[in-house]
C-alpha cells in the first residue's frame, strides 16, 4: 500500500526548531518531487517548499526561504523539512505531497500530487 506519513509536529516557542519528516511506504522516493503543504486555521492550504530528487532541483517560497530546509535520506524514503527560526505565523498543519516525475516550481498545485500524508500539527507560541 502506498502511503505517506508525516511525524515531527509540536508545540514550540518563536526561534525555537523543528524537523519535520515525510516517509514513504510502499515505495520509493528517488522518482518523485514532494512538496510540503500548510493550512493554518481559517486560511487555505499553501504550498511551502518541494524537491525533485533526482535532479535535487528545489524551491522554497519567500516567507520560508532561508528557514526552511528539505533533505532526504540516502534510501530515499524519507523526505525532512527542517524549520529554523519558528515564529507564530508558521503555525499550521503541514503536510507532505508526492508526485511521480518532476514538479517542483513556484506552482504548488494541490490536483498535481498523488499521495498525500495526513498531515502534523506544528504550533508556534510562547
Known amino acids: 500500500q502506498v502511503q505517506l506519513v508525516e511525524s515531527g509536529g509540536a508545540l514550540v516557542q518563536p526561534g525555537d526548531s523543528l524537523r519535520l519528516s515525510c516517509a514513504a511506504s510502499?515505495?520509493?522516493?528517488?522518482?518523485?518531487?514532494i512538496a510540503w503543504f500548510r493550512q493554518a486555521p481559517g486560511k487555505e492550504r499553501e504550498g511551502i517548499s518541494c524537491?525533485?530528487?533526482?535532479?535535487?532541483?528545489?524551491h522554497y517560497i519567500d516567507s520560508v526561504k532561508g528557514r526552511f530546509t528539505l533533505s532526504d535520506d540516502d534510501d530515499k524514503k524519507i523526505v525532512y523539512l527542517r524549520m529554523n527560526d519558528l515564529k507564530p505565523e508558521d503555525t499550521a498543519v503541514y503536510s507532505c505531497?508526492?508526485?511521480?516525475?518532476?514538479?517542483?516550481?513556484?506552482?504548488?498545485?494541490?490536483?498535481?500530487?498523488?499521495?498525500w500524508g495526513q498531515g502534523t500539527q506544528v504550533t508556534v507560541s510562547s
Open positions: 510502499g515505495f520509493t522516493l528517488e522518482h518523485y518531487s
Open positions: 524537491i525533485h530528487l533526482a535532479s535535487r532541483h528545489t
Open positions: 505531497a508526492a508526485h511521480l516525475g518532476a514538479h517542483c516550481s513556484s506552482n504548488y498545485h494541490p490536483r498535481a500530487y498523488e499521495h
